[in-house]
């Protein structure tokens, strides 16, 4: 496999974009992200789309070719990748896997989502489609009735709750507060997130990740054309996708997601690296419950104590493992499709040193991206040259 | 009590709670077994806004349960509980919509 540089990001600011179209906000991302790269367009090899419900929210499909049309690509392989949530990070690890096996030396990897304009009913419904409808969702089951599942069977295994959720919620509005992509940042107090309407007991309004529109966009490169590129490149050190069960009763566990446990244990393996010199990550929290639950399968904190740790502080920016300095999906916002590009987009920032969140002497980041019950997972590990 | 229609494999035995076209395990042909609704209740939780096609159900009590059977399902509690410790005793009380509904047996 050929050594693959992330060459140049792109993306709007997550949050509601009113009248643009999915497509003007994939172009808008992917043209910044060519741009600054420094490569001529007619260099792109192949495009990959990460997109979740286009078609049920939109009635746009083909979004792919629309894209490489709008940008005025060659007449090169296009293709929409659809894994749930993790559409986005699915779209990236095919751009990086079509330059590490050789088929081309530069891809673009674009993710892209409009939800604000559908009514709350709609949207859920159509983030349904992400549950196994024979199974699990003949019972009126939902991505937040999931967490709160979790969420619920986690605070009895390990005597936490609303003050551990809660601490989850303030860092990652906190965060966002002072990122300027991000939808909803903000400084809470616990009485106020206590205060707001049960979604899905235990969860509340401020445990959900907001409904959002966006893009973002990378270009990749293969390594040997460093010299050519005007943006500082960072290395992917590892790129890794995985399936889980697509069906509840299919996990061991519900406080655990299979797919990231092996996506994070193989990405580990390919970058050489231990979970603890990661400096920064950026992951999948759809919900405060996901954050706790996540950084344990990942291998970052211990099994069962990432509750603590996100009440003692020790996941913010200045923490001993900061996790979702970008605001995260509570408050960056998750337009479902870019969400795994978007946080390459804020990985990369990071290991130039360039984060308004910055992590001091970012070398290695890693982000993950989770699909619908945990049925489909990617990990990448982003390093600085140097490291 | 009441029962709940689960699946076998012929091949090899393995359990599944379904719908599905084949054995994962070994890709044998599936035959349904009825089971006893009895199990425990390995968590719950409430769904207040529902997606447009269960609107009319209202708030409603979404419960996993391990039932005694071996097989792991989906389904709903009857009635929404001010308390329900997890591990508690449930058993089926009947089925709406395919839905199958448990009961606390406290």
């Known amino acids: ?387 | 009590m009441a029962a709940l229609s689960i699946l076998t494999c012929s091949a090899c035995g393995r359990l599944d709670a379904g719908p599905r076209d084949m054995c994962p395990a070994c890709a044998g042909a599936l035959t349904s077994m009825p089971v006893e609704g009895a199990g425990t209740l390995v968590s719950w939780t409430v769904i207040r806004r529902p997606p447009k096609s269960f609107r009319e159900h209202g708030a409603y009590c979404i419960a996993i349960v391990d039932l005694d059977a071996g097989v792991r399902i989906t389904g709903r509690l009857r009635n929404t509980p001010a308390h329900a410790a997890l591990g508690e005793r449930v058993s089926l009380v009947g089925c709406q919509d395919r839905i199958p509904v448990f009961a606390l047996d406290r």
């Open chain 1, 1 to 387: 496999m050929r050594r693959v540089l992330v060459a140049g990001i792109g993306s709007t600011p997550f949050g509601r974009h009113g009248d643009a179209t999915i497509t003007s906000l994939a172009l808008h991302a992917a043209g910044a992200a060519i741009a600054e790269s420094g490569l001529d367009r007619a260099r792109i090899g192949s495009l990959y789309l990460g997109n979740f419900i286009a078609g049920p929210l939109t009635g746009q499909e083909v979004l792919a070719g629309l894209v490489a049309d709008g940008l005025g690509l060659a007449q090169i392989p296009c293709t929409k990748v659809e894994g749930a949530c993790a559409s986005g990070g699915i779209a990236f690890r095919h751009a990086y896997l079509a330059i590490a096996t050789g088929l081309c030396d530069v891809a673009i990897a674009v993710g892209a989502e409009k939800m604000s304009h559908a009514d709350t009913a709609s949207v859920t419904a159509a983030l349904n489609c992400a549950m196994d409808n024979a199974a699990d969702g003949v019972s009126g089951l939902t991505f937040p009735g999931l967490f709160g599942l979790a969420a619920r069977l986690y605070g009895e295994r390990y005597g936490v709750g609303r003050a551990e959720l809660s601490a989850v919620v303030r860092k990652n509005k906190g965060n966002g507060l002072r990122n300027p992509l991000a939808q909803m940042g903000a400084t809470l107090r616990d009485e106020e997130i206590e205060a707001s309407p049960q979604i899905c007991d235990p969860l509340r309004l401020y445990d959900c990740c907001p409904v959002s529109d966006g893009a973002a966009a990378v270009v990749l490169a293969a390594a040997d054309l460093h010299a050519e590129l005007t943006a500082q490149p960072v290395e992917v050190a590892a790129s890794v996708q995985t399936r889980g069960s697509p069906r509840i009763g299919g996990h061991r566990d519900l406080c655990s997601f299979d797919a990231t446990v092996s996506a994070a244990r193989q990405a580990f393996a390919t970058a050489g690296i231990e979970p603890r010199m990661v400096d920064l990550v950026e992951l999948h929290d759809c919900f405060s419950i996901a954050e706790i639950i996540d950084a344990e399968d990942l291998g970052l904190i211990p099994r069962g104590e990432s509750a603590a740790w996100a009440r003692e502080g020790r996941t913010g920016v200045g923490g001993d493992r900061p996790i979702n300095p970008s605001g995260g999906l509570l408050a960056k916002g998750h337009p479902v499709g870019a969400t795994g590009i978007g946080q390459i987009y804020e990985t990369v920032l990071q290991l130039r040193g360039a984060h308004p969140n910055q992590v001091r002497d970012a070398a290695f980041g890693l982000t993950h991206n989770l699909g619908g019950t945990g049925v489909a997972c990617t990990v990448n590990i982003l390093k600085r040259l140097d490291a």
